[in-house]
């Protein structure tokens, strides 16, 4: 009850009634309310309401502003990058490797597709059983019905069958129509003839990169260009084709063409294994060559590897081949060489004779023949059938140590040869002040020691006895030929050096004919054919200097026909073992054997006597 003081306060009756009195005069109260005074509203601002407003949006706008700048200017670039990457997709089709031929077209490397067989027994027709499916593939893959059957029971999805499946296999299984089978195609490079040139060609690894042969040192040429093509993807990640350019997919199917020919090289391979069994020897090589231009018709080693096959730790040594990569020093079969050097700075006559003691002292050196026999007097075509050692440093002492030294680099020592297969070993020589400020340098290169240089090489120098005087390049690739054998890619080669007169290198052969015909190389005779021909014998040299004992590695050295000479055949076996073992009668049977085939093939008509 609220109570007022004053005579002039008044209440309004309008809102207020006189409540009844008690006995004691005051008011009956039956609920008893209490009143609290409300205070008044106040009219909201609109000016502040106005200001609050505008602030807002001036705050959004302004982080909006500030936003846009640095999605448009700061980080415009990476954004712009990352969204071209979310819209577009690069693909690299792949595209097969080129295909390698010999000389005669017939395929050597070759890019086959393979299969990869999986199972998805969830997939499975639900009216053909497991077992009748597991009986169907057993009976095209070989393989036991019930165990393929229990492999289908015990997974329902992704289980491995089988691998390497040629294409004839895939298609069998893809003849039978059947769900839940699986077949993932990709390419395997395949070696048509195994073994036969794998010295030459090389071999991919499973990334498909060449790693041994022209294979590796070829790449480029082997693998078909093709750019990366940027295509257009949808929101759900598909493919735009409308955004894929014309032919994109298209590919030239040129070859490689090697110089190699398949049959001479077989032949070769037999001669050379026959060979090396018969003598227990290490390893051999045989490598034919066309002087004219420097083309390898055939280069086998033995022993070597498949590529077709799963490589042992054995086959690692043989990646590199050592016809190219090895070095060693020529013997005897260097000699011919020495002579047309004396003969082209007209140190010698033709038919000059020395006098073979048997023995000569250099410097403290004591030289002897091989045999440890004398000759006598003898002139320069008996020096080389008898091989005589006495003869050759007598020749060569002829000529300054410095003039010799650069003839010998002429000739390419300290340099390669410059081969398009890979991993080739620069032949070496003595420093030239080493070289000719000692005797015995001079000396024992006359009779192919104290230098070392590959078989490769060997066969160039000789090449340029036969071609008239021209050392060339020794090359297994010919260029890239078109489907028909129209050449497209031509292998561009060195030009080729004049080293010898046509007159020095005749007289040479001539020479070199007489030893296949009356000295050390007759076991390379051939009826009715004019050969010229070295035999060598020579000491392997040890890694820390001086020579192996009882180690030595026997070669000889052809080129026919004499009337047009245009073809080098050499022939290695290294360490044969056995008390009688040189070039004479290990490798010059190989050479003959050799010489027989390619007169074969390349139909050379018999000599003109």
């Given at each position: 009850?609220?109570?007022?003081?004053?005579?002039?306060?008044?209440?309004?009756?309008?809102?207020?009634?006189?409540?009844?009195?008690?006995?004691?005069?005051?008011p009956k109260v039956r609920n008893q309310r209490k009143f609290i005074a409300k205070s008044p509203k106040v009219a909201p601002n609109p000016k502040r309401r106005l200001f609050m407003v505008w602030?807002?949006?001036?705050?959004?706008?302004?982080?909006?502003?500030?936003?846009?700048?640095?999605?448009?200017?700061?980080?415009?670039?990476?954004?712009?990058?990352?969204?071209?990457?979310?819209?577009?997709?690069?693909?690299?089709?792949?595209?097969?490797?080129?295909?390698?031929?010999?000389?005669?077209?017939?395929?050597?490397?070759?890019?086959?597709?393979?299969?990869?067989?999986?199972?998805?027994?969830?997939?499975?027709?639900?009216?053909?059983?497991?077992?009748?499916?597991?009986?169907?593939?057993?009976?095209?893959?070989?393989?036991?019905?019930?165990?393929?059957?229990?492999?289908?029971?015990?997974?329902?999805?992704?289980?491995?069958?089988?691998?390497?499946?040629?294409?004839?296999?895939?298609?069998?299984?893809?003849?039978?129509?059947?769900?839940?089978?699986?077949?993932?195609?990709?390419?395997?490079?395949?070696?048509?003839?195994?073994?036969?040139?794998?010295?030459?060609?090389?071999?991919?690894?499973?990334?498909?990169?060449?790693?041994?042969?022209?294979?590796?040192?070829?790449?480029?040429?082997?693998?078909?260009?093709?750019?990366?093509?940027?295509?257009?993807?949808?929101?759900?990640?598909?493919?735009?084709?409308?955004?894929?350019?014309?032919?994109?997919?298209?590919?030239?199917?040129?070859?490689?063409?090697?110089?190699?020919?398949?049959?001479?090289?077989?032949?070769?391979?037999?001669?050379?294994?026959?060979?090396?069994?018969?003598?227990?020897?290490?390893?051999?090589?045989?490598?034919?060559?066309?002087?004219?231009?420097?083309?390898?018709?055939?280069?086998?080693?033995?022993?070597?590897?498949?590529?077709?096959?799963?490589?042992?730790?054995?086959?690692?040594?043989?990646?590199?081949?050592?016809?190219?990569?090895?070095?060693?020093?020529?013997?005897?079969?260097?000699?011919?060489?020495?002579?047309?050097?004396?003969?082209?700075?007209?140190?010698?006559?033709?038919?000059?004779?020395?006098?073979?003691?048997?023995?000569?002292?250099?410097?403290?050196?004591?030289?002897?023949?091989?045999?440890?026999?004398?000759?006598?007097?003898?002139?320069?075509?008996?020096?080389?059938?008898?091989?005589?050692?006495?003869?050759?440093?007598?020749?060569?002492?002829?000529?300054?140590?410095?003039?010799?030294?650069?003839?010998?680099?002429?000739?390419?020592?300290?340099?390669?040869?410059?081969?398009?297969?890979?991993?080739?070993?620069?032949?070496?020589?003595?420093?030239?002040?080493?070289?000719?400020?000692?005797?015995?340098?001079?000396?024992?290169?006359?009779?192919?020691?104290?230098?070392?240089?590959?078989?490769?090489?060997?066969?160039?120098?000789?090449?340029?006895?036969?071609?008239?005087?021209?050392?060339?390049?020794?090359?297994?690739?010919?260029?890239?030929?078109?489907?028909?054998?129209?050449?497209?890619?031509?292998?561009?080669?060195?030009?080729?050096?004049?080293?010898?007169?046509?007159?020095?290198?005749?007289?040479?052969?001539?020479?070199?004919?007489?030893?296949?015909?009356?000295?050390?190389?007759?076991?390379?005779?051939?009826?009715?054919?004019?050969?010229?021909?070295?035999?060598?014998?020579?000491?392997?040299?040890?890694?820390?200097?001086?020579?192996?004992?009882?180690?030595?590695?026997?070669?000889?050295?052809?080129?026919?026909?004499?009337?047009?000479?245009?073809?080098?055949?050499?022939?290695?076996?290294?360490?044969?073992?056995?008390?009688?073992?040189?070039?004479?009668?290990?490798?010059?049977?190989?050479?003959?054997?050799?010489?027989?085939?390619?007169?074969?093939?390349?139909?050379?008509?018999?000599?003109?006597?």
């Amino acid at each position: 009850m609220q109570k007022f003081s004053g005579k002039n306060s008044r209440i309004s009756r309008r809102n207020y009634k006189q409540a009844p009195l008690n006995g004691n005069n005051t008011p009956k109260v039956r609920n008893q309310r209490k009143f609290i005074a409300k205070s008044p509203k106040v009219a909201p601002n609109p000016k502040r309401r106005l200001f609050m407003v505008w602030g807002v949006l001036i705050a959004a706008c302004l982080g909006l502003g500030i936003n846009l700048y640095r999605l448009q200017i700061v980080d415009g670039a990476k954004l712009t990058k990352k969204a071209r990457n979310q819209q577009m997709f690069s693909m690299r089709p792949f595209i097969p490797r080129r295909q390698i031929v010999d000389r005669n077209k017939r395929v050597v490397a070759i890019d086959l597709p393979i299969y990869t067989l999986y199972v998805h027994p969830k997939m499975f027709d639900k009216n053909k059983s497991a077992s009748s499916i597991a009986r169907k593939l057993a009976t095209i893959l070989n393989k036991d019905a019930d165990e393929l059957e229990a492999k289908f029971n015990k997974n329902k999805s992704g289980i491995f069958i089988s691998s390497n499946l040629q294409e004839e296999v895939a298609d069998q299984i893809s003849s039978l129509k059947l769900n839940g089978i699986d077949l993932r195609k990709k390419f395997n490079r395949y070696y048509p003839p195994d073994d036969l040139v794998a010295d030459i060609v090389g071999f991919v690894n499973s990334d498909r990169r060449g790693k041994a042969g022209i294979e590796y040192s070829q790449e480029k040429f082997l693998e078909r260009s093709m750019k990366t093509v940027r295509l257009s993807r949808a929101g759900n990640g598909a493919l735009m084709p409308d955004h894929a350019p014309d032919g994109f997919l298209n590919f030239d199917k040129l070859r490689m063409q090697l110089t190699i020919d398949s049959r001479l090289q077989r032949d070769s391979r037999l001669a050379l294994k026959e060979q090396i069994k018969k003598f227990k020897a290490k390893r051999g090589a045989v490598i034919v060559m066309d002087s004219w231009d420097g083309s390898i018709l055939a280069l086998a080693c033995s022993p070597t590897y498949n590529p077709n096959r799963k490589f042992t730790k054995e086959d690692y040594s043989l990646f590199r081949n050592w016809a190219v990569a090895d070095l060693y020093e020529p013997g005897s079969t260097f000699k011919p060489l020495n002579v047309a050097i004396a003969l082209e700075t007209g140190r010698i006559r033709p038919g000059e004779v020395f006098n073979d003691t048997g023995k000569i002292q250099v410097a403290d050196r004591e030289i002897q023949n091989a045999e440890k026999n004398a000759n006598g007097r003898i002139n320069v075509a008996q020096i080389l059938q008898t091989s005589s050692n006495i003869g050759m440093v007598k020749i060569i002492q002829r000529l300054q140590p410095s003039i010799y030294y650069g003839w010998l680099e002429r000739l390419g020592l300290r340099q390669k040869s410059e081969t398009d297969l890979p991993f080739e070993t620069t032949s070496r020589l003595k420093p030239q002040e080493e070289f000719i400020n000692s005797p015995i340098e001079p000396a024992a290169a006359s009779f192919g020691q104290g230098f070392s240089l590959t078989p490769l090489q060997l066969v160039q120098m000789h090449g340029a006895l036969a071609n008239g005087g021209r050392l060339v390049t020794p090359h297994v690739v010919k260029g890239l030929i078109d489907d028909k054998d129209q050449i497209h890619k031509e292998k561009n080669l060195p030009p080729s050096r004049q080293i010898f007169s046509p007159t020095t290198t005749q007289t040479v052969l001539r020479m070199m004919e007489s030893v296949v015909n009356k000295g050390s190389g007759e076991a390379a005779k051939i009826p009715g054919y004019r050969i010229a021909g070295k035999t060598g014998t020579a000491e392997k040299a040890g890694a820390s200097g001086g020579y192996i004992e009882g180690s030595k590695i026997t070669s000889f050295v052809s080129i026919l026909p004499v009337e047009t000479p245009r073809y080098v055949v050499l022939t290695l076996v290294d360490e044969p073992q056995g008390e009688h073992t040189y070039g004479s009668n290990v490798a010059a049977p190989i050479a003959k054997k050799v010489m027989e085939s390619l007169i074969s093939i390349e139909k050379i008509p018999p000599s003109n006597r």
